[in-house]
């Protein structure tokens, strides 16, 4: 019986996972200089050529950085699903105007808006100059 419900569970988690609707992985190894990014509260976005839709890294404590893929995990195969700092002196959340999800700049929780799955987070290092992101 329990063999039994485990491959119904396998199977219903296999069919309801919709792989267009996943962020995809890309390969993400970079450094940037601390001081670019600004203090602590403060975020910036990298270009486009890192991470699906590009890279944002928050600057969250006085040596730690988090660093969060720009697409939008709601619908990250559709262009405008992207991303943005609500305020870029001062940032709270991230938001995407597209399907008007928000998201908490902390931890990349969503907390209004259709998306349901937190923000793509990669690793981050601080050697006192650089913060390197990488996956």
Do not use: W
Not at 105 to 117: K, L, M, V
């Amino acid at each position: 019986m329990k063999n039994l419900f485990a491959l119904s569970m396998l199977i219903i988690l296999t069919f309801s996972c919709n792989e267009e609707d996943l962020i995809p992985e890309t390969f993400v190894n970079f450094q940037i200089q601390a001081s670019d990014i600004g203090g602590v509260g403060q975020a910036i976005y990298t270009d486009l050529s890192y991470g699906v839709r590009g890279i944002v890294i928050y600057h969250s404590d006085i040596d730690q950085y988090i660093a969060y893929d720009r697409a939008c995990s709601y619908r990250p195969s559709d262009p405008c699903e992207v991303i943005h700092l609500d305020d870029e002196n001062s940032p709270t959340y991230f938001e995407d105007e597209c399907c008007d999800s928000r998201f908490l700049i902390t931890d990349g929780t969503p907390f209004s808006g259709p998306a349901i799955i937190p923000l793509k987070r990669y690793n981050t290092s601080y050697d006192g100059v650089y913060v390197r992101v990488y996956n």
